[in-house]
């Protein structure tokens, strides 16, 4: 067997970087919610537009005349929808349960694309749809729906559904304008929505200033500048299935973290489920991937 080029593994080691770096991102916004009191908005509207303008400085691309109304839809709801619920989620629930769930966005879209005829629901297909419509079930709890991680459930549903009509909207978009002036102008329009909402003079954190300063800057600038720069430069070596695929490191990096680090556990049935989840996306992308052009954290993301 022919040993991977350079230029592969190299690429493939850059998605994974960029997945643990998402992450990391969603254990820091658990401990700002949990130990700071941190507001989801006020984090992901800072976050986006730290990251966006950061962005902006180092590829410098055009304003893309011609796409206007496009770039704020995708901004909007498909980055800034998925990430602010997917931010709430965290603070209701907890990072591993809130991450699981969102990756539910790709069996989402490609059931959406096989209810409109623009793929073929094969049976490989159908499969992935019902592993991941169970996966979904346990991690609600099944039939012992847990009342303490409803809202947060809630909220992580509610941003697969924002990031799969990312995922549907995004790659004519990344094809128009180049996936770094996407992300970089996405980034920045997205936010300032937030940035009305929860200004960043109104944050009031508690415990040492100091501390929510640097993990805020984590965020900004490790999880979102640097992950999406490293995630571009990933996309120039593999293809979006290979980066899908190893973004699923995401979900499974953010459960064992936060059991060692955050004390966070789900419970056995929930872990099947996430297993299940993430078995879907491998499947779909394989076999017909429906991933976007334009990389975004898919938990964030």
Do not use: C
């Not at 073929?120 to 749809?129: C, F, L, M, Q, T």
């Not at 459960?255 to 929930?270: C, I, M, S, T, W």
């Not at 872990?271 to 938990?299: C, S």
Request: hydrophobic share 55%.
């Amino acid at each position: 067997m022919r040993a991977a080029s350079p230029g592969r593994v190299t690429g493939l080691a850059l998605a994974a970087t960029a997945a643990a770096l998402w992450a990391v991102g969603g254990l820091t916004a658990q401990e700002l919610f949990s130990h700071h009191h941190i507001d989801p908005a006020w984090l992901v509207g800072v976050r986006m537009e730290t990251g966006g303008l950061l962005l902006l400085a180092v590829f410098r691309p055009p304003w893309p005349r011609g796409h206007t109304v496009r770039l704020i839809a995708v901004a909007t709801i498909g980055i800034a929808g998925a990430q602010v619920t997917w931010f709430e989620a965290i603070k209701d629930s907890n990072v591993a349960l809130a991450t699981f769930v969102q990756y539910s966005a790709v069996a989402m879209t490609a059931t959406w694309q096989m209810a409109r005829r623009q793929v073929r629901p094969s049976p490989v297909r159908i499969v992935a749809v019902v592993a991941a419509a169970t996966g979904l079930w346990l991690l609600s709890g099944g039939l012992h729906f847990s009342r303490a991680d409803a809202v947060g459930i809630v909220f992580a549903l509610v941003s697969a559904v924002a990031y799969s009509y990312y995922l549907l909207s995004s790659p004519r978009l990344g094809a128009s304008i180049g996936p770094r002036a996407a992300t970089a102008w996405g980034l920045s329009i997205g936010a300032i929505p937030l940035l009305i909402w929860a200004p960043p003079w109104t944050a009031r954190p508690t415990g040492s200033l100091v501390l929510v300063a640097v993990l805020v800057a984590v965020i900004a600038v490790a999880a979102t500048a640097i992950a999406f720069t490293v995630s571009v430069a990933s996309l120039q070596r593999i293809t979006p299935t290979e980066f899908a695929i190893t973004s699923t490191l995401e979900p499974a990096l953010a459960a064992v973290a936060a059991a060692a680090f955050l004390g966070v556990e789900l419970r056995p049935p929930q872990y099947l489920g996430g297993a299940l989840t993430l078995a879907a996306v491998v499947l779909l992308a394989l076999r017909d991937p429906v991933v976007p052009v334009v990389p975004v954290d898919p938990a964030a993301s």
